[in-house]
């Protein structure tokens, strides 16, 4: 009898070891099969998650995100305890004990798996989980669990828990384009993961597996459901005492985020660069890389030249047959070229085209200064006399004669530098054209910064030629700034995710034209807002030039114009050229919105000493008796040796 238990024991061992050795071998032959086709775990090393790039104002507020998964990297400190006992809870509660994989789950899962002849998802640790979004498809085949399992195993191996389960909370995706604990806190409880309660933390967890389909934005219940199976789960495990959990299951789900992102308060600005940005780095290190984009834009400014903007079109669109009238704003700093605000239109949503910095129109009477800077240069003075009278030009063979007029179709016959550019008088600027040449008119609007082509004729006087917003408001901001033309930027810095500086602009000055010709120009058209076609300005009571625009067939107004720190610039006009109707002068339709953005500024300034323009050491004033302190370059005033130059 002994014997036959013995040789029964014998049997049944080398039974035993047999199936052993076979489940060995089988598991060898898999590893062997499987392993040289799983990806290095080591390149998990150096792999980046992509995260949201931020574009910043000045005051450092988000006004722009770009990114193919929305994410915020956080560090394992940075997710609080009751979220990661809310995960481990749900999720995988030995998760802190086992090696990778829980041959309990497996165990169940594989007979389950049996009785319904399907393959069904569930079973999976943390690690598992994170294996299958790292490096598998979502597929549902014995290969990839295989696969899932090995790489769960190498996972643990190479890394700590807390690192694990660090990139898992990175990594799993909640829904509604929410990345990351960290994103998903803010989607649904806008705050951040740190600062969750028990019951938010509850619901993060709870959704992990459902995301979409158990967000409480799309189905409430479910959301419950799966919120209080967490708090369950945390009540068994010990994280949290069972009253805690039925006193949570009690309270409704509160969310306080919102599935619509706020739409940026500078959408053609934030355009503008990411384009740029777009063009530098590429799409990939913009749309994945976290890039934080630090940029010139005057939070404060830019909200009243959008509201400007806003009510000056509703005002000129209201009767219209055809309410289409468009509008672009744009202010510069005067000392460093930063881009302060930009409107390029009445609705982003609409349309992208920026007009701003894309359209280039005709500029009419903007283009003025740029002849009399000319003049002035020349040794022209605000007391030069210039004719206003009925004269004809000939422009080239077999071409009709060219005869300007006036806006009023009067002539003054003889006016002085100031009246003629205060007034805008269109006769005597062309003969000013005229008398310097228009190719040094031309000249000195390159100078001046123009880019688009101004063509040396004399019709450019009174702003035949095309250009932009941005090229205009540039020129202009040469005049308070003594003569030194700034290239215009909007970024001021870039880091990447972890910090570390990419760029850093500084200023970039260009020496356009003298300091002292530059004051003269400023003296001008201080004028223009004090007595001239820009006069309401006046009203502010604040140190102000500039010049208004009209095109002959008014299908184009402007303002232009500045102050010791800043210079604005506004565009009224159909996007197609049309007319946008009798009377539609500078003075009417865009002064009154770049008054609106002035207000803005000026009040930002209440209490504060008024700025003045600084001249230069060679600017002689003199009282003349009309009561005008006018300015003059020293040598060109009344009485001076040399005279003064014109007629």
Same mark, same amino acid.
């Given at each position: 009898?002994?014997?036959?238990?013995?040789?029964?024991?014998?049997?049944?061992?080398?039974?035993?070891?047999?199936?052993?050795?076979?489940?060995?071998?089988?598991?060898?032959?898999?590893?062997?099969?499987?392993?040289?086709?799983?990806?290095?775990?080591?390149?998990?090393?150096?792999?980046?998650?992509?995260?949201?790039?931020?574009?910043?104002?000045?005051?450092?507020?988000?006004?722009?995100?770009?990114?193919?998964?929305?994410?915020?990297?956080?560090?394992?400190?940075?997710?609080?305890?009751?979220?990661?006992?809310?995960?481990?809870?749900?999720?995988?509660?030995?998760?802190?004990?086992?090696?990778?994989?829980?041959?309990?789950?497996?165990?169940?899962?594989?007979?389950?798996?049996?009785?319904?002849?399907?393959?069904?998802?569930?079973?999976?640790?943390?690690?598992?989980?994170?294996?299958?979004?790292?490096?598998?498809?979502?597929?549902?085949?014995?290969?990839?669990?295989?696969?899932?399992?090995?790489?769960?195993?190498?996972?643990?191996?190479?890394?700590?828990?807390?690192?694990?389960?660090?990139?898992?909370?990175?990594?799993?995706?909640?829904?509604?384009?929410?990345?990351?604990?960290?994103?998903?806190?803010?989607?649904?409880?806008? #705050?951040?993961? !740190? $600062?969750?309660?028990? @019951?938010? *933390?509850? &619901?993060?967890?709870?959704?992990?597996? %459902?995301? /979409?389909?158990?967000?409480?934005?799309?189905?409430?219940?479910?959301?419950?459901?799966?919120?209080?199976?967490?708090?369950?789960?945390?009540?068994?495990?010990?994280?949290?005492?069972?009253?805690?959990?039925?006193?949570?299951?009690?309270?409704?789900?509160?969310?306080?985020?919102?599935?619509?992102?706020?739409?940026?308060?500078?959408?053609?600005?934030?355009?503008?660069?990411?384009?740029?940005?777009?063009?530098?780095?590429?799409?990939?290190?913009?749309?994945?890389?976290?890039?934080?984009?630090?940029?010139?834009?005057?939070?404060?400014?830019?909200?009243?030249?959008?509201?400007?903007?806003?009510?000056?079109?509703?005002?000129?669109? #209201?009767?219209? !047959? $055809?309410?289409?009238? @468009?509008? *672009?704003? &744009?202010?510069?700093?005067?000392?460093? %070229?930063? /881009?302060?605000?930009?409107?390029?239109?009445?609705?982003?949503?609409?349309?992208?085209?920026?007009?701003?910095?894309?359209?280039?129109?005709?500029?009419?009477?903007?283009?003025?200064?740029?002849?009399?800077?000319?003049?002035?240069?020349?040794?022209?003075?605000?007391?030069?006399?210039?004719?206003?009278?009925?004269?004809?030009?000939?422009?080239?063979?077999?071409?009709?004669?060219?005869?300007?007029?006036?806006?009023?179709?009067?002539?003054?016959?003889?006016?002085?530098?100031?009246?003629?550019?205060?007034?805008?008088?269109?006769?005597?600027?062309?003969?000013?054209?005229?008398?310097?040449?228009?190719?040094?008119?031309?000249?000195?609007?390159?100078?001046?910064?123009?880019?688009? @082509?101004?063509?040396?004729?004399?019709?450019?006087?009174?702003?035949?030629?095309?250009?932009?917003?941005?090229?205009?408001?540039?020129?202009?901001?040469?005049?308070?700034?003594?003569?030194?033309?700034?290239?215009?930027?909007?970024?001021?810095?870039?880091?990447?995710?972890?910090?570390?500086?990419?760029?850093?602009?500084?200023?970039?000055?260009?020496?356009?034209?003298?300091?002292?010709?530059?004051?003269?120009?400023?003296?001008?058209?201080?004028?223009?807002?004090?007595?001239?076609?820009?006069?309401?300005?006046?009203?502010?009571?604040?140190?102000?030039?500039?010049?208004?625009?009209?095109?002959?067939?008014?299908?184009?107004?402007?303002?232009?114009?500045?102050?010791?720190?800043?210079?604005?610039?506004?565009?009224?006009?159909?996007?197609?050229?049309?007319?946008?109707?009798?009377?539609?002068?500078?003075?009417?339709?865009?002064?009154?919105?770049?008054?609106?953005?002035?207000?803005?500024?000026?009040?930002?300034?209440?209490?504060?000493?008024?700025?003045?323009?600084?001249?230069?050491?060679?600017?002689?004033?003199?009282?003349?008796?009309?009561?005008?302190?006018?300015?003059?370059?020293?040598?060109?005033?009344?009485?001076?040796?040399?005279?003064?130059?014109?007629?």
């Amino acid at each position: 009898m002994t014997n036959h238990v013995i040789r029964a024991a014998r049997q049944l061992t080398i039974a035993l070891a047999f199936v052993i050795a076979i489940a060995l071998g089988a598991a060898c032959g898999v590893l062997f099969v499987y392993a040289g086709d799983l990806p290095q775990i080591s390149a998990l090393d150096d792999q980046a998650l992509p995260t949201i790039s931020r574009i910043y104002a000045t005051d450092n507020k988000v006004i722009g995100e770009f990114a193919t998964e929305r994410r915020v990297i956080v560090r394992y400190d940075q997710i609080p305890p009751v979220l990661r006992n809310a995960i481990v809870a749900a999720e995988d509660s030995g998760f802190f004990t086992h090696i990778g994989l829980s041959i309990p789950s497996i165990v169940v899962a594989l007979i389950r798996d049996i009785i319904k002849r399907e393959l069904y998802a569930g079973g999976s640790t943390l690690s598992q989980q994170l294996a299958r979004q790292l490096f598998l498809t979502l597929e549902k085949t014995w290969e990839r669990k295989i696969k899932e399992a090995i790489l769960a195993i190498q996972i643990e191996k190479r890394y700590t828990k807390e690192e694990i389960f660090t990139m898992y909370c990175n990594k799993m995706y909640f829904g509604h384009g929410a990345h990351g604990v960290e994103q998903a806190s803010r989607l649904y409880f806008d #705050k951040s993961a !740190k $600062d969750l309660n028990l @019951e938010e *933390a509850a &619901l993060i967890a709870g959704i992990l597996q %459902g995301n /979409v389909r158990q967000s409480p934005y799309v189905n409430m219940r479910a959301a419950v459901w799966r919120r209080n199976y967490t708090l369950q789960r945390m009540a068994d495990e010990g994280f949290i005492t069972h009253a805690q959990a039925d006193a949570s299951k009690k309270k409704p789900i509160v969310t306080r985020g919102g599935l619509q992102r706020p739409d940026s308060p500078a959408p053609y600005f934030v355009e503008e660069v990411r384009q740029a940005l777009e063009a530098e780095y590429g799409a990939k290190q913009l749309y994945e890389n976290g890039l934080q984009v630090h940029t010139s834009l005057d939070l404060e400014l830019q909200e009243a030249a959008t509201q400007a903007l806003g009510a000056g079109l509703a005002r000129l669109n #209201k009767g219209r !047959k $055809d309410p289409a009238v @468009e509008g *672009a704003v &744009l202010a510069l700093h005067n000392d460093t %070229g930063q /881009v302060l605000a930009m409107v390029g239109g009445s609705d982003f949503d609409r349309t992208k085209f920026n007009r701003a910095v894309q359209a280039k129109r005709q500029i009419g009477s903007t283009f003025k200064p740029i002849v009399y800077t000319a003049a002035v240069d020349r040794g022209y003075t605000a007391r030069s006399q210039l004719k206003d009278e009925p004269v004809w030009y000939m422009v080239g063979p077999g071409q009709p004669l060219y005869a300007p007029e006036n806006y009023d179709h009067q002539y003054e016959g003889v006016v002085t530098l100031r009246r003629a550019i205060e007034q805008s008088r269109n006769v005597p600027t062309v003969g000013l054209m005229h008398d310097l040449g228009p190719r040094q008119v031309a000249d000195y609007a390159r100078r001046l910064g123009f880019a688009s @082509e101004v063509r040396p004729y004399l019709s450019s006087a009174l702003g035949s030629s095309e250009a932009t917003l941005l090229e205009v408001v540039n020129a202009f901001s040469v005049f308070p700034n003594q003569g030194v033309r700034m290239q215009p930027y909007s970024v001021l810095r870039i880091a990447d995710r972890s910090g570390s500086v990419l760029q850093e602009n500084r200023p970039e000055p260009h020496a356009a034209i003298r300091a002292d010709t530059a004051y003269v120009m400023l003296s001008l058209l201080q004028g223009v807002t004090a007595r001239g076609t820009a006069a309401r300005a006046s009203s502010l009571g604040w140190p102000l030039g500039g010049k208004t625009g009209t095109t002959n067939d008014y299908t184009d107004a402007w303002m232009v114009g500045f102050d010791p720190d800043i210079t604005v610039g506004v565009w009224v006009g159909y996007d197609a050229k049309k007319k946008l109707g009798a009377s539609m002068t500078g003075s009417v339709a865009a002064l009154p919105i770049w008054l609106d953005v002035m207000k803005a500024h000026v009040a930002r300034h209440k209490g504060q000493p008024k700025p003045a323009f600084a001249s230069p050491g060679n600017i002689v004033f003199v009282q003349l008796d009309n009561g005008v302190r006018e300015a003059f370059i020293a040598g060109t005033q009344p009485g001076a040796a040399f005279g003064e130059t014109g007629g």
